[in-house]
């Protein structure tokens, strides 16, 4: 007993040493060690990055201080039961919240049956702003961030990464409700999108500055971001592990979601909702580095005709494809068993439309930047009928013909 008090005692003296040229605070009895970086090059609040490794965190942000500077801060600390973290937003509200960890990843169903209520939008890209608008303004959840949506269904075709600059914030809110709605009866379904999966095999193209700027320093890579990125996004980080664990393409009722659309190419291969999830899960385990194209599946489902990128359900793509033709779509329906393919992915009017007499429903939208502005709309279906939506819960029956 005595040794490993010696031990205990050696390992806190030098984490003092160490802290004493990292600007650190070290609580001995807590065992929390807090490292502060000053920043200069990062402008605004980001966070936090949780990471575990066996029975301990460590959790990154962007803070801070009165006088306006900001650092970087490092906390490691154990992880308990009924911890909680807070995520602040750079908005002129000030936004921010609390949430706790799941205690573990569950890959989610792929089929279910018809709800009574159904929201779904998708490219939300780090605006949190037209996020938190959408969710109180259609009763999803309250002003302190709590689900209130009971029994019904939220679902992101798509796309909560990338371009935005409050992308972490709009995650933990979206992992948040996730928790909740499954204690009330109900479901949150994050569908992934092509930048979300861009993120996971380091196609930073589209990656806020800020984001790569915090890798760069954090790692201490300054000459390859997309190594410093991967350090930001590692497999101990929890949101990845969140993410990994979820589909691509899912079908509630007689409604098929994902993010791109279904192409012919792919529906010729015979694949199934569930042999496509699968397809997707196995190439994301391991972080890769670029593009998966290991076999032929794969290579088709994260190609330009895959359900991720595909865009012939609404348009021509250049010497690609055409749009698909309504005899090709109806194929697809029957394939699925479905009536409506609902996507993200391709902005065509500033609010949401459908084609092929309501076989196709288009979620994307450029949603304003500020909150309930009456702008930003989502399709509610509800008890079979479909509607679009505003961020003030103002609704308008869409007619299919």
């Known amino acids: 007993m005595s040794k490993l008090v010696n031990n205990r005692q050696r390992i806190i003296v030098y984490s003092s040493i160490l802290c004493t040229f990292f600007s650190c605070k070290v609580n001995t009895s807590n065992h929390i060690i807090k490292k502060q970086i000053a920043t200069t090059k990062l402008q605004s609040l980001d966070g ?4 575990t490794d066996k029975d301990s965190l460590t959790i990154i942000s962007v803070e801070q201080r009165k006088d306006a500077s900001f650092f970087i801060k490092t906390t490691e600390i154990k992880r308990k039961k009924n911890q909680t973290f807070i995520s602040k937003i750079n908005n002129s509200d000030k936004d921010e919240f609390a949430f706790a960890l799941a205690k573990k990843y569950v890959v989610p169903d792929a089929v ?9 939008t998708s490219d939300i890209e780090g605006n949190f702003n037209t996020f938190y608008s959408l969710l109180l303004g259609n009763k999803v959840m309250d002003k302190n961030y709590n689900w209130i949506y009971g029994k019904g269904h ?15 914030p ?5 992992y948040k409700l996730e928790q909740e709605a499954e204690r009330a009866g109900g479901k949150v379904h994050y569908i992934l999108g092509n930048h979300d999966v861009m993120n996971l095999y380091l196609d930073i193209r589209y990656v806020d500055e800020k984001y790569i700027d915090l890798a760069r320093i954090v790692s201490g890579i300054e000459d390859d971001h997309k190594k410093a990125y991967r350090f ?21 009722g007689n409604n098929l979601f994902l993010h791109g659309g279904i192409s012919e190419e792919l529906v010729n291969t015979g694949l199934s909702i569930e042999d496509i999830n699968t397809i997707v899960r196995k190439n994301l385990e391991h972080n890769p580095i670029k593009k998966p194209t290991s076999d032929e599946a ?3 489902v994260f190609s330009s005709m895959g359900p991720f990128w595909y865009r012939g359900l609404i348009k021509n793509s250049g010497s690609k494809y055409q749009k698909i033709k309504e005899t090709a779509l109806d194929r697809i329906l029957g394939f699925y068993a479905v009536e409506h393919i ?3 992915h391709t902005i065509v009017a500033d609010e949401v439309t459908s084609d092929f007499n309501g076989k196709v429903i288009r979620v994307d939208i450029k949603h304003p930047k500020e909150k309930f502005t009456g702008k930003s709309h989502v399709l509610l279906i509800e008890n079979g009928k479909y509607y679009k939506v505003s961020d003030t819960g103002k609704r308008m029956k869409m007619d299919f013909h």
């Not at 992101?156 to 409050?166: K, L, P, Q, S, V």
């Open 48 to 51: 936090p990055y949780v990471y």
């Open 342 to 344: 609902i996507i993200g």
């Open 154 to 168: 939220l679902v992101i075709c798509g796309d909560m990464f990338d371009r935005g600059t409050e992308v972490l």
């Open 112 to 120: 279910y049956e018809a709800q009574d209520k159904i929201l779904v």
């Open 170 to 174: 709009s995650l933990w809110l979206l």
């Open 232 to 252: 930001l996004m590692s497999e101990k980080n929890e949101l990845v592990k969140w993410i990994k664990s979820k589909n691509a393409v899912e079908k509630i």
């Open 298 to 300: 794969s290579k088709l």
